[in-house]
């Protein structure tokens, strides 16, 4: 009996998922998480986005199920922005370690 690896085949079993969907994406919620998450990286809030040294950083908005984000490329007065979309916690993550690199690139860069 040959095994699949042997046989140059790749093949992943099926996982289970138990009968369980993964929870649904609250986005309020995330939103307020969110908005601690980044005054404790000591960004400052000012209306829907959050400012680091007076300069327009992050902005934030809830769109339905969904949170949008504009992240500024540069630390400038007038940044251009990236664009993005929160729609679970995988991608919630991914955006605050995206800005904490982003930070730590802004203090070497100053």
């Given at each position: 009996?040959?095994?699949?690896?042997?046989?140059?085949?790749?093949?992943?079993?099926?996982?289970?998922?138990?009968?369980?969907?993964?929870?649904?994406?609250?986005?309020?919620?995330?939103?307020?998480?969110?908005?601690?998450?980044?005054?404790?990286?000591?960004?400052?809030?000012?209306?829907?986005?959050?400012?680091?040294?007076?300069?327009?950083?992050?902005?934030?908005?809830?769109?339905g199920a969904a949170i949008a984000t504009r992240?500024?490329?540069?630390?400038?007065?007038?940044?251009?922005f990236d664009r993005g979309r929160i729609a679970?916690?995988?991608?919630?993550?991914?955006?605050?370690?995206?800005?904490?690199?982003?930070?730590?690139?802004?203090?070497?860069?100053?």
């Amino acid at each position: 009996m040959r095994s699949p690896r042997s046989a140059g085949v790749h093949a992943m079993p099926d996982l289970p998922d138990f009968g369980f969907a993964p929870p649904s994406f609250d986005a309020a919620g995330a939103l307020v998480r969110l908005r601690r998450a980044l005054r404790d990286l000591r960004l400052v809030e000012r209306g829907d986005g959050f400012e680091l040294r007076g300069k327009r950083v992050v902005e934030l908005q809830q769109d339905g199920a969904a949170i949008a984000t504009r992240l500024a490329r540069k630390l400038a007065a007038t940044p251009e922005f990236d664009r993005g979309r929160i729609a679970d916690a995988a991608e919630q993550r991914k955006f605050v370690d995206e800005l904490k690199r982003r930070l730590e690139r802004w203090e070497r860069e100053e």
